[in-house]
C-alpha cells in the first residue's frame, strides 16, 4: 500500500528538553493510525510537526509524497486538523463558522453552503446552527470543531483526542464520521489516551512514551505483550483472598496479581481454554466469591506494563488553536 504519511527520526526540542525524540512512523493510504502515550509523551507535537505548525528540528518526513518542510504549502492543502480543545469563533454561529472555513477554502458560494448543511446534519448540529458558538454546550463545541476540519474533505485528517468533552452517544457518531471518512479513502492520524478509541478506530496503534515509540502493532498485539484478556475474582471476605492466592499457587498459575485492599485477585487469560479451566478451579474451590469477570488491559495498563514508569506531566505546546490549516 501506498503510504500516506511516512516519518523517520523526527526530532523536537524545547531548550535543553527533547520532546519527540527520533520517532518513525508511516500511514498507509486509507488507514487508521492509532498514536497512544499518556500526557508528555510527544504526541501533540509529533501532529503539530506533521501538520507544518511548528519546524522539526531533526529527521524527515514526506505527506502525500511531499516533503514536510521544503513543501509545506502542499502539505497544508492535504490535511485537515482538529485539536485538543474546541477552537471556533464564539461570536458567530456554527453555520457562520463552517461556511467562513469552507470560503476560505475557496468553495462556491453555493457548494459552500450545501457543504455547511451536510456537515450540521452529520454532527446533529441543525437546531443550533443559528446560535452563536459561544452558548454551545462543551460538546456541541466539539462537534462543531470537528465538523469544520472536515469542510474541505481532507486527504489526511489529524485528530488530536478528538472525543474530549464528548458523551458516548455523541463519540459513537464521531466514531462513525471517522469510518465513514476512511471508507471514502480518508486517511487518519489519530492520539488518544483511550485503548477503546484505538481499538474500535485503528488499524494500527503506536505507543509512545517520553518522546519516543516504545511499542507498535495491532490492538491485539499490544494486549497480548500485556496478558491479553484478565479475569478478575472479588472474594466474599479478606481471608477467601488469601485462601484462593493459596490454591492458585499450588496449582502453578503464573503472574496473578493480589490486590488486597479490594480483596480481588487478577488472573492473565491468554486462551479460551485457560479460562475454563480458571472457571472449574473457581468451581472445585468452593470458597465464596461475591464477583467475577473478565477485563481487557486500559492504556494505563499498557502503558506501565511496557514502560514501568510513572506518567509525565503535559507537553508545554500541548495546546493546538488551528481545526484546519491553511
Do not use: C
Not at 514536510?68 to 477552537?87: D, E, F, P, W
Not at 502493532?217 to 499490544?222: D, K, M, P, Q, Y
Not at 467475577?292 to 514501568?308: A, G, K, M
Request: hydrophobic fraction near 40%; glycine fraction near 8%; avoid cysteine.
Amino acid at each position: 500500500m501506498t503510504a500516506a504519511v511516512h516519518v523517520e527520526g523526527l526530532v523536537k526540542e524545547f531548550g535543553d528538553r527533547r520532546v519527540v525524540d527520533g520517532v518513525d512512523l508511516t500511514i498507509p493510504e486509507g488507514t487508521v493510525l492509532g498514536l497512544l502515550g499518556p500526557n508528555g509523551a510527544g504526541k501533540t507535537t509529533t501532529v503539530r510537526m506533521l501538520a507544518t505548525l511548528i519546524r522539526p528540528d531533526g529527521g524527515q518526513a514526506r505527506i502525500g509524497g511531499y516533503d514536510l518542510v521544503k513543501q509545506a504549502n502542499q502539505v497544508r492543502r492535504l490535511i485537515g486538523l482538529t485539536g485538543q480543545y474546541a477552537s471556533v469563533d464564539e461570536g458567530i454561529s456554527g453555520r457562520e463558522n463552517l461556511y467562513m472555513i469552507a470560503r476560505l477554502l475557496d468553495l462556491p458560494r453555493r457548494r459552500a453552503r450545501e457543504r455547511v448543511d451536510e456537515l450540521l446534519e452529520q454532527f446533529d448540529l441543525v437546531d443550533a446552527a443559528s446560535r452563536p458558538a459561544g452558548k454551545y454546550s462543551g460538546g456541541m463545541r466539539r462537534r462543531l470543531d470537528l465538523a469544520a476540519s472536515m469542510v474541505g474533505d481532507p486527504a489526511l485528517l489529524y485528530l488530536d483526542e478528538p472525543t474530549t468533552g464528548l458523551d458516548p452517544r455523541s463519540r459513537n457518531n464521531l466514531w462513525d464520521s471517522v469510518r465513514e471518512l476512511v471508507a471514502d479513502g480518508t486517511t487518519v492520524l489519530l492520539t488518544t489516551q483511550y485503548m477503546e478509541e484505538a481499538e474500535a478506530l485503528a488499524d494500527s496503534i503506536i505507543v509512545m512514551d517520553k518522546g519516543r515509540v516504545i511499542a507498535s502493532g495491532t490492538s491485539a498485539e499490544l494486549r497480548a505483550r500485556v496478558g491479553g484478556q484478565v479475569l478478575r475474582i472479588r472474594t466474599a471476605r479478606p481471608e477467601h483472598l488469601e485462601q484462593l492466592a493459596r490454591r492458585l499457587t499450588a496449582m502453578r498459575v503464573r503472574n496473578f496479581r493480589v490486590d488486597r485492599e479490594n480483596r480481588l485477585v487478577s488472573v492473565p487469560i491468554v486462551t479460551e481454554a485457560e479460562l475454563t479451566g480458571m472457571i472449574h478451579l473457581l468451581a472445585a474451590s468452593r470458597l465464596p466469591i461475591a464477583g467475577v469477570d473478565t477485563h481487557l488491559p486500559s492504556l494505563d495498563e499498557v502503558f506501565l506494563t511496557l514502560t514501568d514508569k510513572p506518567r509525565e506531566p503535559a507537553d508545554p505546546d500541548a495546546t493546538i488553536v488551528l481545526q484546519r490549516v491553511f
